[in-house]
């Protein structure tokens, strides 16, 4: 999936230098397609005030350039959300579509 133009690019150690600095960030799953066994996938995108959208990309850069990171329900997303995530609680709907709600 190409990357749109308003978007920068950010690693696992770009999150991690966020958190570590305490700069505040949202986060935002996009669903983009199914596996072949019809599981969904989706991509994360990073959002600081006065930034662009930053997609997640892998360290490994590719003779391509750099790809986008995809993560599956379980245990990827989860996994990523509680540790790179945004404090927010997942919440996923019958079509698959993933909202973010404040924890109450």
């Given at each position: 999936?190409p990357i749109?133009?308003?978007?920068?690019?950010?690693?696992?150690?770009?999150?991690?230098?966020?958190?570590?600095?305490?700069?505040a960030?949202?986060?935002?799953?996009?669903l983009?397609?199914?596996t072949?066994?019809?599981?969904?996938?989706?991509?994360?995108?990073?959002?600081?005030?006065?930034?662009?959208?930053?997609?997640?990309?892998?360290?490994?850069?590719?003779?391509h350039?750099?790809?986008?990171?995809?993560?599956?329900?379980?245990?990827?997303?989860?996994?990523?959300?509680?540790?790179?995530g945004?404090g927010?609680d997942?919440?996923?709907?019958?079509?698959?579509?993933?909202?973010?709600e404040?924890?109450?």
């Open positions: 999936m749109a133009r308003n978007q920068i690019l950010i690693t696992i150690d770009g999150v991690k230098d966020l958190q570590e600095e305490g700069i960030f949202r986060c935002r799953y996009e983009v397609g199914f072949d066994d019809g599981k969904p996938r989706y991509q994360c995108i990073y959002l600081r005030e006065g930034e662009p959208e930053a997609i997640l990309v892998s360290t490994r850069i590719t003779p350039g750099p790809e986008p990171r995809y993560f599956n329900i379980w245990p990827g997303l989860f996994k990523h959300h509680l540790e790179f945004d927010r997942l919440r996923f709907g019958p079509d698959y579509g993933l909202t973010l404040e924890r109450s």
